[in-house]
């Protein structure tokens, strides 16, 4: 056998406070949530880790093609938590559309928590991810985030709100939980990395394969809902809603208007994803 070179993994850093924000993404950009059913199943997943390792979930937001979680963790370390998840939902992931290979984008995203700004900043971004993506206009009006319950009952969903407010008192929680001006995102996005973006040319090539059309003039007589589906299919491949916006006319309002109203209804088989395809 020939020798093999092996650059090693830089090791996780580890939080003293236990408290982690966690950002799970699909690999090749895929989403990783495709129905309803999925988002469900996630959080059911996330209920019995939870359950079963003691961490607390102290924030949660699920995207089209990725999640964020801030969590606190007791005994068992972060990277065994996060497996544990990983093969819950990936495996159940994999049974129902019959896919096969990696589903998380090589290792997770963890990064410690360790004072109380940075603790503010972290939860105002993680809420706020779905109104910056154009899914909303309110935070507490996503339907797959922690946000909207501080001031409801959580219902069964997998947030533990007591810790939460344990650790920040309810008049701080109600201020941080405006919508979050770009210098949240500046301070956030160094630590956890921004997802990788397509070059136009690959968003030209997505676009025609998505649509079967060449040119914006041909998109615009589509009917609305192939000009829906096709958004959503970009929209699974992380392109974003400015290079949507160019390569079918439309403007960037208009694409994200169009993508919120398609959510949920992307069909199954463009999910091309499987097993966890991630280590601790």
């Given at each position: 056998?020939?020798?093999?070179?092996?650059?090693?993994?830089?090791?996780?850093?580890?939080?003293?406070?236990?408290?982690?924000?966690?950002?799970l993404r699909?690999?090749?950009?895929?989403?990783?949530?495709?129905?309803?059913?999925?988002?469900?199943?996630f959080?059911?997943?996330?209920?019995?880790v939870?359950?079963?390792?003691?961490?607390?979930?102290?924030?949660?937001?699920?995207?089209?093609?990725?999640?964020h979680?801030?969590?606190?963790?007791t005994?068992?370390?972060?990277?065994l938590?996060?497996?544990?998840?990983?093969?819950?939902y990936?495996?159940?992931?994999?049974?129902?559309?019959g896919?096969?290979?990696?589903?998380?984008?090589d290792?997770?995203?963890?990064r410690?928590?360790?004072?109380d700004?940075?603790?503010l900043?972290?939860?105002?971004?993680?809420?706020?991810?779905?109104?910056?993506?154009?899914?909303?206009?309110r935070?507490?009006?996503?339907?797959?985030?922690s946000?909207r319950?501080?001031?409801?009952?959580?219902?069964g969903r997998?947030?533990d709100?007591e810790?939460?407010?344990?650790?920040?008192?309810a008049?701080?929680?109600?201020?941080i939980?405006d919508?979050a001006?770009?210098?949240?995102?500046?301070?956030v996005?160094?630590?956890?990395?921004?997802?990788?973006?397509?070059?136009?040319?690959?968003?030209?090539?997505?676009?025609?394969?998505?649509?079967?059309?060449?040119?914006?003039?041909e998109?615009?007589?589509l009917d609305?809902?192939r000009?829906?589906?096709?958004?959503?299919?970009?929209?699974?491949?992380?392109v974003?809603?400015?290079q949507?916006?160019?390569?079918?006319g439309?403007?960037?309002?208009?694409?994200?208007?169009?993508?919120?109203?398609s959510?949920?209804?992307?069909?199954?088989e463009?999910?091309?994803?499987?097993?966890?395809?991630?280590g601790g």
């Amino acid at each position: 056998m020939g020798e093999r070179s092996i650059v090693p993994r830089r090791p996780r850093q580890r939080a003293e406070s236990g408290v982690y924000h966690v950002v799970l993404r699909g690999v090749n950009r895929d989403a990783v949530f495709l129905e309803d059913e999925d988002f469900e199943r996630f959080l059911s997943a996330l209920r019995a880790v939870r359950d079963a390792t003691g961490c607390r979930v102290l924030a949660y937001c699920l995207m089209t093609n990725h999640v964020h979680l801030v969590l606190r963790t007791t005994d068992e370390p972060v990277g065994l938590v996060l497996k544990r998840l990983g093969i819950r939902y990936a495996g159940w992931f994999n049974r129902k559309y019959g896919r096969v290979g990696h589903f998380f984008q090589d290792r997770f995203v963890s990064r410690p928590v360790e004072d109380d700004a940075y603790f503010l900043t972290v939860l105002r971004y993680v809420w706020n991810n779905p109104v910056k993506a154009g899914m909303c206009e309110r935070a507490e009006d996503y339907r797959w985030s922690s946000r909207r319950f501080l001031e409801q009952d959580a219902g069964g969903r997998p947030v533990d709100g007591e810790e939460l407010r344990r650790l920040v008192p309810a008049r701080v929680l109600a201020e941080i939980a405006d919508p979050a001006p770009e210098r949240i995102a500046s301070v956030v996005e160094p630590a956890i990395g921004r997802p990788l973006r397509h070059t136009d040319a690959e968003v030209v090539s997505l676009f025609r394969t998505a649509s079967g059309v060449g040119d914006p003039r041909e998109f615009r007589l589509l009917d609305p809902i192939r000009q829906r589906t096709a958004i959503s299919e970009l929209r699974t491949r992380s392109v974003s809603y400015d290079q949507i916006a160019r390569v079918t006319g439309l403007s960037a309002s208009t694409v994200k208007r169009r993508h919120a109203s398609s959510v949920g209804r992307t069909r199954p088989e463009d999910a091309g994803l499987g097993s966890t395809g991630w280590g601790g």
